[in-house]
């Protein structure tokens, strides 16, 4: 299944079903992520649920890794 960006308004939804959907394939993939893009676990749910936004920097390392 391939999720297309374009069917989202809001990174944070497209996101959030890319996460769910690689957690399903790969454990530990929020903890991966967060690591790679230079964030505690607890703050990318926080950016997933809630006010706070990716900094540029941690953005464009998400987008390297997708």
Do not use: H
């Not at 530990?28 to 540029?56: F, H, M, W």
């Amino acid at each position: 299944m391939i999720i297309n960006v374009f069917n989202f308004k809001e990174y944070k939804a497209y996101l959030s079903e890319k996460i769910s959907w690689l957690g399903k394939t790969e454990k530990g993939i929020r903890q991966k992520i967060a690591e790679q893009i230079g964030c505690q676990p607890s703050y990318l749910s926080q950016v997933l649920n809630g006010k706070p936004d990716l900094t540029l920097d941690q953005a464009y390392k998400l987008n390297q890794i997708f």
